[in-house]
């Protein structure tokens, strides 16, 4: 069984709001022919866009292929936050990777958000880019960090966007019972993701890269030039870029030992009245919570509460995914009880030992990205420009998240899944306690 297959119809986006929201999304076409390229870009989300987007900018002749649709991985399903940083919080990042490399990390995740919103105003993306993130913390005894945290990047880092909030206000920004304070960060940003997706493809179509859908890579054989094997026809390239993530199964062996497939879920309730709404999130910004089986919520435009809870670790996602999410969700805002749930999906990420991304060169002239653990919307969009950037010879950047040491997950292939679910299980135990 395979995750490209395992919970979708090959070629349909999922039952998400977002898709149902865009309609219908033009077919790009298929691989016609066997074809020669600079390179080739396997995977059509954020990684894989924006590589291609910047290559093709450069003057490359660069092509996409992917197994489905363009942006119909996590990248058209998640939780639409752009946040600061990495996945890691700054003071842990130092202690992880010391002082000057942590500060090199800091300033690199500044650059995603930078190029994010970029890319939205330069290509006219009409994704809902809307500002602000609360990381709202699930226990009373987190807010002594989140207070440091706060002042830690105001006085070190000169990041001034962000500032604690108590209990009391974080309750008026948050209509819950659940949270005791925590931090509102008004530089961070929330968008419609596969909005954001379908604007980076125009993108690049119209810098001249090609992208080829429901063309499924099947193996691929290294050498000075590198080919492609689909399902339907070959690629030959001078360069390979990975932008696979979550779906990169058993096609590229040494990446797959680094980072693990997991799979997390989301709802829609139906449209909420305006006075409601507000009640739930004041300020229409977007929440995370710090659990580490994490609550991610917001509203969309059309003031339907978007949340985000639960992940599960195999390949099939829950039959009923909609009860399955209710539960986290109701115990956040039990107020909606009673609110349709109009759209429910789940979507594959993957996350890494360290919670950092994982850059490797598999070969000389073969480039991975991915491992982006829930931190991916800006972090996937820097990683292609990134790797783009070490084709064309300027390889500083992307040699910096290099040369972070990626652990492999223990187990190997037959045991690293119930190893993970092992682990995740005893930290979903934590976050009761």
């Known amino acids: 069984m395979n995750l490209l297959d395992a919970n979708d119809v090959r070629g349909q986006y999922p039952g998400s709001w977002y898709a149902a929201s865009v309609g219908a999304v033009p077919d790009i076409g298929s691989l016609w022919d066997n074809i020669r390229v600079d390179t080739c870009v396997i995977g059509a989300g954020y990684s894989g866009l924006s590589c291609a987007l910047h290559l093709a900018q450069s003057g490359k002749n660069v092509c996409v292929i992917d197994a489905h649709r363009v942006g119909w991985g996590a990248s058209g399903r998640n939780g639409g936050q752009l946040g600061s940083g990495q996945r890691l919080d700054q003071m842990e990042l130092e202690k992880l990777a010391g002082k000057d490399v942590a500060r090199t990390l800091w300033h690199l995740a500044q650059d995603s958000k930078i190029l994010v919103k970029s890319l939205i105003d330069t290509h006219r993306i009409d994704c809902g880019l809307k500002p602000g993130i609360i990381h709202a913390n699930h226990r009373a005894r987190f807010n002594k960090h989140s207070r440091m945290e706060a002042k830690h990047l105001n006085e070190e880092y000169g990041y001034s966007a962000i500032r604690y909030v108590d209990r009391q206000e974080c309750r008026e920004m948050v209509g819950s019972p659940a949270y005791f304070g925590g931090t509102i960060d008004t530089d961070a940003a929330h968008l419609h993701p596969l909005k954001y997706a379908l604007g980076l493809a125009t993108a690049a179509l119209g810098a001249g890269a090609k992208i080829f859908e429901q063309t499924r890579a099947l193996s691929v054989d290294y050498g000075n030039t590198i080919k492609i094997n689909t399902d339907r026809y070959s690629v030959t390239a001078d360069h390979l870029v990975f932008a696979c993530n979550g779906y990169l199964g ?184």
Not at 401 to 414: D, E, T
């Open 250 to 433: 058993d096609l590229e062996p040494f990446v797959a030992r680094k980072v693990m497939p997991i799979n997390n879920f989301i709802v829609a309730t139906k449209p909420l009245s305006e006075q409601f709404a507000t009640s739930l999130i004041r300020d229409d910004v977007a929440v995370a919570d710090s659990k580490f089986v994490i609550n991610y919520f917001r509203l969309s435009e059309d003031r339907r509460m978007l949340f985000g809870g639960g992940e599960s670790y195999g390949y099939r996602f829950p039959s009923d995914i909609k009860k399955f999410v209710s539960k986290p969700m109701l115990k956040i805002f039990p107020q909606l009880a009673d609110v349709q749930l109009d759209y429910g999906w789940g979507g594959t990420l993957a996350i890494t030992m360290s919670r950092l991304p994982h850059f490797s060169k598999v070969h000389a002239n073969v480039r991975s990205i991915s491992g982006y653990s829930g931190h991916g919307l800006g972090m996937a969009t820097l990683a292609g420009k990134l790797a783009a950037d070490s084709i064309s010879g300027d390889k500083e950047s992307f040699e910096i998240f290099q040369s972070i040491k990626s652990a492999n997950f223990p187990g190997g292939p037959s045991l690293r899944s119930p190893l993970l679910v092992l682990a995740m299980l005893y930290h979903a135990m934590l976050d009761r306690l």
